[in-house]
Nanobody, 121 residues
């Protein structure tokens, strides 16, 4: 079964750092793009960062200069390194993958279950 496995959320003080990781598991050949979205209480889900198979990246304006997304070469694994965290970064972070090719089929889009990031002031 193809799925996205997330890790790395938690509680951190303002100014602290965390790294989130996500792996596309289950006989996956490739993914065109992987990234992270977040959803804070009462708000819509928003893109945080994304990286393509050719290493093109894009970031939300609110995280530029503080967050870095990277992809392990030849693996469908991405990491989101978050520095200088702020209380407004508090949200559930969801891993996302687009055009996931596996042995049985191609998935247009997959989502992880989400991991909580809480930044205390």
């Amino acid at each position: 079964q193809v799925r996205l496995e997330e890790s790395g959320g938690g509680l951190v003080q303002s100014g602290g750092s965390l790294t989130l990781s996500c792996t596309a598991a289950g006989s996956v050949f490739s993914t065109r793009a992987m990234g992270w979205y977040r959803q804070a209480p009462g708000k819509q889900r928003e893109l945080v960062a994304q990286i393509t198979s050719s290493s093109n990246t894009k970031y939300a304006d609110s995280v530029k200069g503080r967050f870095t997304i990277s992809r392990e070469r030849f693996k469908d694994t991405v990491h989101l390194t978050m520095l200088d965290l702020r209380p407004e970064d508090t949200a559930v972070y969801y891993c996302n993958a687009e055009d996931v090719e596996s042995t049985l089929r191609t998935y247009p889009e997959l989502w992880g279950q989400g991991t909580q990031v809480t930044v205390s002031s």
